[in-house]
């Protein structure tokens, strides 16, 4: 049987080593404790440092992020733009206040910005605390390339405190120069204005000087209040109407190569200024290099024989003091005075006598001057001194000129004749547009005005509307004023106007008159060219031979002009366009009276900005309102009544020339037989002659 062998044995607990004996020492366990504080007061530090950095962070977070602060005004200049507030119920014209800037910004009446100030910089130096002038001029050459390195080397070398080197730098190149760090180099705070219409309204607007004080135009009416308030100065000119009108006129200029033109579009009811443009023009933003023709606004500065447009001024005060009336008629045969004849173009298309709507729809320089003699000398100038042709428009424009008109003395009996058919005086055209308005709108004179109705009440006080010169001679008007709300037969218009304020100086009945005269003139008479279908126009058209720059007129140079208003059935705008000295075409047949220029160019004004100024073409009621204007070409004078005409024309000076001799005659005649009773009936007739030449 094999033999098991037995497992081996165990080591004896007897042959192990007993463990060492670990003994801690006191210094052990000091050392153990400073360790410890040692790391309690690193875990306290670490935590300190993780708060600081923490509200650090969170303070940044909150300063650029969350709650962004607004820079502080020494960190760059005094006019760091402030943060903008979102205020969904603000106007435009309260956001777009600026208490950065010096100068209070312009906008058109719907807010358009047509006149800013703009933050800018002005560059300077001490030339003593540079080191490198040449580096440094360098270094602001390569931001301001227009800059003349040379010259700034120069200015950088002077033994001086103070030089300039720019102004008006903008805002990212006053950042630039000053990143680069040179001692030395200062800015200045400023603003620039700018004009971010261009050209539209340049002359309107003026400029200002280096100072930002204004030096023309509305920058220069207004320049107090631009200053003091800093919100917007709001004006009556509408931009759309504005370029509208600048692109029409633009176009009838060159089609017709005028050296000049204007045109004005006015509230008839308000006297608000909706347009005013004059040709040539600039860019408003290079005022200092625009030429004078340029600057120059014939819409208020430019001095022009009124030429026909006047005959409405001579209808109406005839009308209005009763000295004629629309069924009596007027000779048209051409009247010689010396040297001078005054007659028509063509008579072809008329009879020797004219009434009232004749004289004013075939433009009858003859008829217009027996009209004006019946008036009398005195009473013209009375009437025109009341309706502001001796004095400049009152508009806000500095550069409102002053009419050219003759001296009393020299108001004779050709003086009364010429100026009845508007030659002999000079008027800036926005006379004539305010003469039309009143002759339309219930006989009100109104006051144009550049501001819009909502601008500045105190701008424009009820007194100063309200009063002004009495027409002599006129009947005592009194100030109720006709219904305007409504158009012909009822119909409303589109837009309500307002209702006038100004002086009175037609009756409402009379300038209801005028109304229809002016549109038959349109309809039937020389402003055909002018009609647009729906809007009722009514006009009057104007040609006058020019004056030369010695004096006399210049054969076959005219101002061509048509002054008009739409629509006529509720007054409400007037259109204005003059031509200075323009060509005829073949389209024209070599003509260039205003029927073949001026006319046409308001035509398509009118067909634009009617919809623009929300006044839309009614053609459903053509029939109806057509019957209220209309006006026959000869009214019947009424039963009774022996109207002027062949016979019976006190103005006529081949009549009172007549009457002289005969009277002379019969005076001679009387004391050659010296019978008391014949001297007593020629004294008679000689004094009823003299007052009738007073009327004539």
């Not at 004896?12 to 410890?36: K, N």
């Not at 631009?226 to 370029?243: F, T, Y």
């Not at 009434?355 to 009398?376: C, K, Q, R, T």
């Not at 008027?427 to 003469?435: D, S, T």
Request: with cysteine.
């Amino acid at each position: 049987m094999p033999r098991q062998s037995s497992p081996p044995e165990s080591p004896s607990s007897d042959h192990e080593h007993p463990p060492q004996d670990v003994r801690i020492t006191s210094a052990d366990l000091r050392e153990r404790a400073q360790l410890e504080r040692m790391h309690v007061r690193l875990l306290g530090v670490a935590a300190g440092f993780c708060l600081l950095f923490g509200t650090v962070a969170l303070k940044a977070t909150f300063a650029t992020i969350i709650s962004p602060m607004a820079p502080e005004a020494r960190q760059l200049r005094p006019q760091v733009p402030d943060i903008p507030k979102i205020d969904p119920k603000s106007t435009l014209t309260s956001t777009l206040t600026m208490p950065q800037v010096r100068r209070a910004m312009i906008v058109d009446r719907n807010n358009q910005v047509l006149a800013v100030s703009l933050p800018v910089a002005q560059l300077y130096a001490n030339p003593r605390e540079l080191i490198d002038p040449q580096d440094v001029a360098k270094k602001l050459k390569s931001v301001l390339p227009q800059m003349d390195e040379e010259e700034t080397v120069r200015r950088l070398s002077m033994a001086k405190q103070f030089v300039y080197l720019a102004r008006n730098i903008t805002l990212q190149q006053e950042l630039a120069i000053n990143n680069f760090g040179i001692p030395g180099i200062y800015f200045e705070a400023g603003e620039r204005r700018h004009y971010p219409q261009g050209q539209v309204a340049a002359q309107i607007l003026g400029s200002v000087d280096i100072d930002d004080h204004g030096i023309a135009g509305v920058e220069r009416y207004f320049d107090k209040r631009l200053i003091s308030d800093k919100n917007p100065l709001k004006l009556s000119l509408d931009v759309r109407v504005q370029g509208v009108a600048r692109e029409e006129l633009a176009a009838a200029m060159q089609t017709f190569e005028a050296i000049g033109a204007c045109a004005i579009v006015m509230d008839v009811n308000s006297g608000e200024i909706v347009a005013m443009v004059s040709l040539p023009d600039y860019n408003a933003n290079d005022f200092a290099h625009a030429p004078g023709d340029a600057r120059f606004n014939r819409a208020v500065t430019g001095m022009y024989e009124p030429g026909s447009t006047f005959k409405l001024q001579t209808a109406a005060m005839a009308l209005q003091l009763g000295v004629a009336h629309i069924w009596d008629r007027f000779s048209s045969i051409p009247i010689h005075i010396g040297r001078f004849t005054i007659a028509d173009m063509k008579t072809d298309h008329f009879s020797p006598w004219l009434s009232l709507p004749e004289v004013m729809a075939f433009s009858s320089n003859p008829a217009a001057a027996h009209i004006a003699l019946d008036v009398g000398a005195q009473r013209q100038q009375d009437w025109l001194r009341g309706m502001g042709f001796f004095a400049p428009v009152p508009v806000e424009l500095p550069e409102a000129g002053h009419p050219i008109i003759p001296a009393r003395r020299n108001w004779g009996i050709s003086t009364v004749m010429t100026v009845g058919f508007g030659h002999g005086v000079a008027e800036p055209p926005l006379a004539i547009v305010r003469g039309t308005a009143a002759t339309v709108n219930g006989g009100i004179l109104v006051k144009p005005t550049l501001l819009a109705r909502d601008e500045d009440a105190s701008a424009r006080s009820t007194s100063d509307m309200a009063s002004g010169p009495s027409i002599s001679g006129g009947p005592n008007i009194e100030n109720a004023l006709p219904d305007t709300t409504t158009g012909a037969e009822g119909v409303e218009t589109a837009d309500t106007p307002i209702t006038p304020e100004g002086q009175r100086v037609f009756s409402p009945e009379i300038s209801a008159t005028l109304r229809k005269i002016l549109r038959l003139d349109v309809k039937l008479g020389t402003g055909k060219t002018a009609e647009v279908p729906g809007y009722y126009v009514g006009g009057k058209t104007g040609t006058a031979e020019k004056i030369g720059p010695h004096g006399g007129y210049l054969k076959h140079v005219n101002i061509a002009a048509f002054t008009s208003i739409f629509p006529m059935n509720a007054p409400r705008y007037a259109v204005y366009v003059m031509l200075d000295s323009p060509k005829g075409t073949a389209a024209t047949h070599g003509w260039t009276t205003a029927a073949w220029n001026a006319a046409p160019t308001v035509a398509r004004i009118i067909s634009r900005i009617g919809p623009m100024l929300q006044v839309f073409p009614d053609t459903a009621h053509e029939p109806q309102i057509d019957a209220a204007l209309s006006i026959p070409m000869r009214p019947s004078p009424p039963r009774g009544v022996r109207p002027l005409g062949p016979g019976n024309d006190p103005g006529d000076p081949r009549h009172a020339a007549e009457e002289k001799r005969v009277e002379e005659a019969e005076r001679k005649k009387s004391l050659k037989a010296g019978d008391p009773n014949i001297m007593k009936h020629a004294a008679n007739r000689q004094n009823s002659s003299q007052q009738e030449g007073g009327q004539g």
